[in-house]
């Protein structure tokens, strides 16, 4: 674990789930105030997540975030105050095709949720218990195609397998990563039981940079990032100040300057007030 950073921070980026959103599905009030007065001494705040913005909209309003949203591990990047999307990245229609075929292997099929989420939009092979509690947190709709790949018509901005065998989803992950090179495409996981694949190059940090540096003329010094999966990874890494939260895995505490308390101890508050307020 390496040194905090003693640098002035000018913008705060959190997750959501896990971080600023815990069982509850809602952020606290500790959150929001600790949020409220790092933005009342010129902190510009922003979310990066692996939700569909949609899903993440109302996370925005409800910490009161000024910056476009991060979605989809940042291949979508939206301003909800304009509406215009500064970027989107999807994964291309031939390698989309391919993970179809390879997540509905006869083996795989009965294991796995397949989410295909295009134009802001969630497609499912069937709705299923699993789809209707995802959905439901989520706050989002939902349609079943009877086959996945009529929706490649263009190209999805994210594919993500969902299974409750968490040792499945590690298993497919690193088979993935032998199949793909990093250029082709990007792999991670944002939860144990969600398998996530967007276009190569998409991840926190590279969105992170565009929204710091070409949007506000901010250097990653000046920067608190607080996440707690393995798809925060990159953006802690990338953040002056990368925190990681109490419940995130051990290796990705590893590489955080700091760890936080649990997001069920409101430990984004707490690490706000030790890096900014205080």
């Given at each position: 674990?390496?040194?905090?950073?003693?640098?002035?921070?000018?913008?705060?980026?959190?997750?959501?789930?896990?971080?600023?959103?815990?069982?509850?599905?809602?952020?606290?009030?500790?959150?929001k105030q600790a949020i409220?007065?790092?933005?009342?001494?010129?902190?510009?705040?922003?979310?990066?997540?692996?939700?569909?913005?949609?899903?993440?909209?109302?996370?925005?309003?409800?910490?009161?975030?000024?910056?476009?949203?991060?979605?989809?591990?940042?291949?979508?990047?939206?301003?909800?105050?304009?509406?215009?999307?500064?970027?989107?990245?999807?994964?291309?229609?031939?390698?989309?095709?391919?993970?179809?075929?390879?997540?509905?292997?006869?083996?795989?099929?009965?294991?796995?949720?397949?989410?295909?989420?295009?134009?802001?939009?969630?497609?499912?092979?069937?709705?299923?218990?699993?789809?209707?509690?995802?959905?439901?947190?989520?706050?989002?709709?939902?349609?079943?195609?009877?086959?996945?790949?009529?929706?490649?018509?263009?190209?999805?901005?994210?594919?993500?397998?969902?299974?409750?065998?968490?040792?499945?989803?590690?298993?497919?992950?690193?088979?993935?990563?032998?199949?793909?090179?990093?250029?082709?495409?990007?792999?991670?996981?944002?939860?144990?039981?969600?398998?996530?694949?967007?276009?190569?190059?998409?991840?926190?940090?590279?969105?992170?940079?565009?929204?710091?540096?070409?949007?506000?003329?901010?250097?990653?010094?000046?920067?608190?990032?607080?996440?707690?999966?393995?798809?925060?990874?990159?953006?802690?890494?990338?953040?002056?100040?990368?925190?990681?939260?109490?419940?995130?895995?051990?290796?990705?505490q590893s590489i955080a300057?700091?760890?936080?308390?649990?997001?069920?101890?409101?430990?984004?508050?707490?690490?706000?007030?030790?890096?900014?307020?205080?």
């Open positions: 674990m390496s040194s905090t950073s003693t640098a002035e921070i000018k913008l705060l980026i959190v997750d959501i789930d896990g971080t600023i959103a815990g069982k509850s599905n809602q952020v606290s009030t500790r959150v409220a007065a790092a933005q009342a001494q010129g902190v510009r705040v922003g979310i990066a997540t692996g939700r569909m913005y949609r899903s993440a909209l109302r996370f925005h309003h409800d910490i009161g975030a000024d910056l476009p949203i991060m979605a989809y591990q940042g291949a979508w990047i939206q301003d909800p105050a304009t509406g215009i999307t500064h970027r989107h990245s999807p994964v291309p229609v031939e390698i989309a095709h391919e993970l179809i075929d390879y997540f509905e292997q006869p083996d795989l099929l009965d294991q796995l949720s397949i989410h295909v989420y295009r134009d802001d939009c969630l497609y499912v092979r069937e709705i299923n218990a699993d789809t209707e509690l995802y959905v439901g947190r989520s706050g989002i709709g939902v349609s079943a195609v009877a086959d996945l790949r009529t929706v490649l018509t263009d190209r999805p901005t994210k594919i993500l397998a969902m299974s409750e065998d968490v040792e499945l989803i590690d298993q497919l992950r690193l088979e993935l990563l032998q199949r793909y090179t990093p250029a082709q495409l990007h792999v991670t996981t944002s939860v144990p039981i969600f398998l996530e694949t967007t276009q190569s190059g998409v991840n926190k940090a590279t969105a992170i940079d565009y929204i710091a540096q070409e949007l506000l003329g901010i250097k990653p010094e000046n920067i608190l990032a607080i996440g707690d999966n393995y798809n925060d990874v990159e953006m802690i890494g990338y953040a002056g100040i990368g925190v990681a939260m109490g419940n995130a895995p051990a290796d990705v300057n700091w760890v936080a308390p649990d997001v069920e101890a409101d430990g984004v508050a707490v690490a706000i007030e030790k890096f900014i307020l205080a």
